[in-house]
């Protein structure tokens, strides 16, 4: 067994308190037994991918840096792996949207760049104004592939990030990988909200490892935003069943153990892996 915990909170424009709530809730993740802590998309910044501003380039930082070194303090001091998301600067004019892994020894042991990257347009169910979304103009494309992170807990995981869960293929490639968990760190909110927890639980039941999805909640706090995030991050089981579930409105954090023997039980069960036949997928590919 190993536990999860997953940690969901309301995002400010200042990244400084950002920062306070991601050490506060990760120390409180350790207390309460969690050894492997996620937060999420873009977790140290306020989501800006509602509009075009060059402004806000400044938020991105490089891996390892400010932020990775914080929370590596805390990952060496307990021993613990820690899922950092935020917004990556390579050099100036190339930026990513980044999951950060930092290793029981506080390094940073890898990174997840998310592949696939929206741009559409979308109405706000809070407020019914229509907003371009442009992530494009703020992110390159992941050219990492998908990581599967070795722990020493006994636990594999690989992540993807936000908009990546509607493309199966990623998860299946993390799967394919070795994982018994996969991170799901996103920005949720609008008409996404509805695929929510239906997306979350297939990818479970599809690949038969368990997913935990961590979404911000409400409303960035420090600027005016029409946009409400979901919240609702949630844990789920290799048989596609709801674990547990955090609530809609507010910072909160959710736990759950991971069992391994139960993963190992339904993939000899279940056949999928054994009936797979990726020599006639090629046109996939194509």
């Known amino acids: 067994m190993v536990k999860i915990g997953l940690v969901q909170f309301v995002a400010d424009f200042d990244k400084k308190i950002n920062m306070e709530k991601i050490l506060h809730y990760t120390r409180e993740s350790i207390a309460n037994g969690a050894q492997i802590i996620c937060h999420q998309e873009l977790a140290t910044t306020y989501y800006f991918g509602i509009d075009q501003d060059l402004s806000h380039f400044k938020e991105a930082e490089v891996i390892p840096g400010y932020s990775t070194e914080l929370v590596g303090e805390i990952a060496k001091e307990f021993g613990v792996v820690i899922i950092l998301p935020l917004y990556e600067k390579v050099i100036e004019g190339e930026y990513y949207n980044t999951a950060a892994v930092i290793g029981t020894d506080g390094k940073v042991m890898g990174k997840y760049r998310k592949t696939h990257i929206p741009e559409a347009i979308a109405v706000d169910e809070g407020s019914g104004i229509r907003k371009f979304y442009s992530e494009k103009f703020y992110f390159r ?42 991170f799901v760190p996103t920005s949720t909110a609008g008409v996404m909200c509805n695929l929510w927890e239906v997306e979350l639980r297939f990818l479970a039941l599809s690949n038969v490892f368990y997913v935990g999805g961590v979404n911000r909640v409400g409303r960035d706090t420090g600027l005016c935003t029409p946009r409400k995030h979901l919240g609702s991050s949630m844990i789920v089981d290799p048989r596609g069943e709801l674990v547990t579930q955090a609530g809609n409105e507010s910072d909160q954090i959710i736990y759950a153990e991971v069992d391994l023997d139960l993963i190992r039980d339904l993939r000899n069960h279940c056949g999928y892996y054994r009936d797979r036949r990726p020599e006639i997928y090629t046109k996939l590919c194509q």
Request: glycine share 14%; charged share 15%.
């Open 141 to 182: 494309p992941g050219n990492l592939g998908f990581p599967v992170f070795e722990t020493p807990f006994g636990a594999k995981f690989g992540i993807i990030i936000c908009y990546d869960r509607h493309f199966p293929e990623a998860s299946r490639m993390i799967a394919l990988g070795g994982a018994d968990i996969l």
